[in-house]
C-alpha cells in the first residue's frame, strides 16, 4: 500500500512557473518506485479530474496532455522517491487541484487514464492568477 503526499502548489502569476513533488511511501521490500508508473492530474473547478503527464515504470517514457505539452515536464527521482512536475508559462487555465498517482507495472505500459491508477495523492492547489 502506498502513501503519496503532493507539495509544491500555491499562487503563481501567468507566465511563471512551479514545480510539484509527490513523495511516495510504503513500498515493500520487493517494489521500489521503479516499479511504478507514476501520472500527474489535475481537477479544475466545475471540470472531471484529467491526466496531465505521466512515466513509466523505468521513466524512460513519458506522455502529456496536449494542452501542457511543452510547458511541462514530468520527471522521476528513484533514489529519493519522488516524482516532479515541472510546470513553465503557465497560464490561468492551467489552476486547479494536481493530484499525482501510482500503479504497478504493467510491462510497458503507462497511461493518462484515471481509472489505471490504484493509488493517489491528496492533492495540492495551483493557482495561476494576476
Known amino acids: 500500500q502506498l502513501q503519496l503526499v503532493e507539495s509544491g502548489g500555491g499562487l503563481v502569476q501567468p507566465g511563471g512557473s512551479l514545480r510539484l513533488s509527490c513523495a511516495i511511501t510504503?513500498?515493500?521490500?520487493?517494489?521500489?518506485?521503479?516499479?511504478?508508473?507514476i501520472g500527474w492530474f489535475r481537477q479544475a473547478p466545475g471540470r472531471e479530474r484529467e491526466g496531465v503527464a505521466c512515466?513509466?515504470?523505468?521513466?524512460?517514457?513519458?506522455k502529456y496532455s496536449d494542452s501542457v505539452k511543452g510547458r511541462f515536464t514530468i520527471s522521476r527521482d528513484n533514489a529519493k522517491n519522488t516524482v516532479y512536475l515541472q510546470m513553465n508559462s503557465l497560464k490561468p487555465e492551467d489552476t486547479a487541484v494536481y493530484y499525482c498517482?501510482?500503479?504497478?507495472?504493467?510491462?510497458?505500459?503507462?497511461?493518462?487514464?484515471?481509472?489505471?491508477?490504484?493509488?493517489w495523492g491528496q492533492g495540492t492547489q495551483v493557482t495561476v492568477s494576476s
Open positions: 498517482a501510482a500503479m504497478g507495472a504493467r510491462g510497458s505500459y503507462y497511461s493518462l487514464e484515471l481509472n489505471d491508477y490504484t493509488y
Open positions: 510504503g513500498f515493500t521490500l520487493d517494489y521500489s518506485l521503479d516499479y511504478y508508473a
Open positions: 512515466t513509466s515504470s523505468n521513466g524512460f517514457s513519458t
